[in-house]
């Protein structure tokens, strides 16, 4: 009896202790605020524009939020596979609204389930969920990093396999076609995802001069080279000028994306895109190009040619209302300042963070109303930089290497959902420690030829030890990481202020 007493007694003793303890150590650890709630910063024109340019945005806004079909028969916009990863472009770009990025359970300002479970079986068709694919995962596309992997003098492959195709479903009869074998490629180490990247302000992002980001990134040169940061930019085989979309920098305009993605997610071919990827016999429901301009014969609107702006959107093929949707959106709103989001942005200069994050840059002039000469906050150089061997994917994009990604713009983050270019993670101390590369593959790199575990290809071989060793962001992190944990909240708490 006394006995049990004591130990009673002891155990709240023990347990008061550990209560105590673990207040004042999560009093200490810095943590992740999580996504902002509150009314969307972003989602809607810039704001200097006039009202032509208010009513065009509109209306391509509207096309941007069209749900495809095969023949335009059962959802109104036409086209749909046959394969695809969606089937509009705001089922991917949605959060914290249309033009976003993925959607998903967490958010507070539109909690849904990841749209591509239901897209599975959607109007009949008969797909399986990948693995990669859950309720409350990313919405995500899949990449092969080599044509055959277990063969090591493949070549390599790099391109998007589409999730689903349209067989099965009603307004695809007799259309046979396979999925993709992703559990057999998972097996093989052969899949890497790529998760949305937001448009808003995109057209500021395309309308910045070669110039400006040459000199952006010039001016931070000694700075960054005492970090041990490169950076150089990806350009265009055509014209040698800077591309700046895409989480490699891999293409060259707003029109370019826009017509890739309704050709790769959705499979509408365009006049960017005329031509139909999967084109299984059986699988080809409609002319090509599936989506055009209405200047031809056949324009349901023709005897309103030129008569008001509306019919100026009517008149354009999707592709083009996509890309005034992007060149017109206002650039995400930060969240008022805070003592502590202004210690964090203070922070976020000093260890180096803004060093490939830049904090501003100026647009050239615009046709635009009140968009010349824009100074605008991206938190991006828009250059590649060697992010070392936990975030290196195998894919080459044009000048971009294995390990190489653009410094994802910092805009909107405050309500992004999903993080890094998989979408591996919603916790930003995730994402931070992400930067470090992985130095247990780098100690290794000395003696093996490939150190991240993703490659089972010879062709990855790193061209110098140095480039693929490790990351660019290595010291940046350090610094971090010597930080106070009170001063990393502030950080934290100015990330989820953009
Ligand atoms: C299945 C999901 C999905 C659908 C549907 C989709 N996208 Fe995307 N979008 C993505 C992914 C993933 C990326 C990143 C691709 C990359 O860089 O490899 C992306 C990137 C973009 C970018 C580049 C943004 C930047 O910061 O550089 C633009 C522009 C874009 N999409 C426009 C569109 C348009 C327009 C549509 C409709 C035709 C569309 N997307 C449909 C998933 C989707
Ligand atoms: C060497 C250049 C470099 C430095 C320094 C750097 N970053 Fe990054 N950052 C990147 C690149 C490149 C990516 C995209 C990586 C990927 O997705 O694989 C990225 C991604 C991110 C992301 C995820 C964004 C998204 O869209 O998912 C966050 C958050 C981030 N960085 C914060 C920071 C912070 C905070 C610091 C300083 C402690 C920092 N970064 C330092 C280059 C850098």
């Known amino acids: 009896m006394r006995d049990a007493r004591w130990k009673d007694l002891l155990a709240m003793c023990l347990c008061t202790i550990a209560i105590f303890n673990s207040a004042t150590l999560s009093a200490q650890q810095p943590k992740d605020p999580g996504p902002r709630a509150g009314a969307p910063g972003a989602g809607s024109f810039f704001p200097t524009l006039n009202d032509n340019e208010q009513l065009l945005f509109n209306q391509a806004f509207a ?16 086209g749909l596979g046959p394969t695809f990863n969606g089937n509009s472009c705001a089922m991917c770009h949605s959060q914290p609204a249309a033009g976003g990025s993925s959607p998903g359970l967490i958010s507070p300002q539109n909690p849904v389930p990841n749209p591509q479970v239901a897209l599975a079986t959607l109007d009949g068709a008969t797909n399986q969920v990948p693995s990669f694919i859950t309720a409350n995962g990313p919405v995500r596309e899949a990449r092969f990093i080599a044509v055959n992997p277990k063969n090591l003098n493949s070549p390599l492959d790099g391109g998007v396999h589409g999730l689903y195709t349209i067989q099965g479903r009603s307004d695809a009869p007799g259309c046979s076609l396979a999925q993709p074998p992703f559990a057999q490629q998972i097996a093989a180490g052969n899949v890497i995802y790529r998760i949305p990247t937001p448009l808003f302000g995109l057209g500021l992002v395309e309308n910045t001069p070669d110039a400006t980001l040459q000199q952006n990134l010039a001016s931070t040169q000694n700075a960054r080279a005492q970090l041990g940061i490169g950076g150089s930019f990806n350009s265009s085989g055509n014209d040698g000028t800077i591309t700046r979309f895409g989480w490699k920098a891999q293409n060259k305009s707003v029109l370019v994306f826009v017509g890739e993605a309704y050709n790769v997610e959705q499979g509408v071919s365009n006049e960017v895109f005329p031509n139909e990827r999967s084109a299984v016999t059986g699988c080809v429901f409609n002319p090509t190009p599936e989506d055009a301009s209405n200047i031809l014969n056949g ?3 023709s005897q309103n040619f030129g008569t008001t702006i509306g019919t100026l959107s009517e008149m354009s093929s999707d592709v083009l209302n996509f890309a005034l949707f992007a060149r017109l959106t206002a650039p995400p709103t930060p969240a008022q300042p805070t003592q502590s989001t202004i210690n964090g942005s203070n922070l976020f200069n000093s260890i180096g963070c803004a060093l490939c994050h830049s904090p501003s840059l100026t647009t050239a002039a615009s046709g635009f109303t009140g968009m010349s000469n824009v100074v605008y906050a991206p938190y991006s150089d828009f250059a590649l930089h060697h992010m070392g061997a936990s975030l290196a994917d195998g894919i080459n994009q ?22 890094l270019h998989d979408g591996r993670t919603s ?18 790199s000395a003696t093996a030829q490939l150190f991240y575990v993703l490659t089972t290809n010879s062709v990855f071989e790193p061209e110098t030890q140095s480039q693929f060793c490790g990351s660019e962001a290595g010291n940046v992190i350090k610094n971090f990481n010597a930080l106070k944990p009170s ?7 100015f990330l989820r202020s953009l």
Do not use: M, Y
């Not at 939020?65 to 036409?78: L, W």
């Not at 001063?487 to 708490?493: A, E, S, T, W």
């Open 427 to 444: 916790d930003l101390l995730q994402a931070i420690a992400d930067h470090t590369g992985d130095t247990r593959h780098c100690a290794q």
């Open 487 to 493: 001063q990393q909240q502030d950080i934290l708490n």
């Open 299 to 301: 324009n349901p609107n």
């Open 398 to 419: 044009g000048a971009a290497g294995p390990d190489q990604f653009r410094t994802a713009p910092l805009w909107g983050l405050g309500q992004r959902l999903f993080f």
């Open 63 to 78: 096309r941007f939020q069209e749900v495809d079909s095969v023949s335009g028969t059962i959802e109104a916009g036409k």
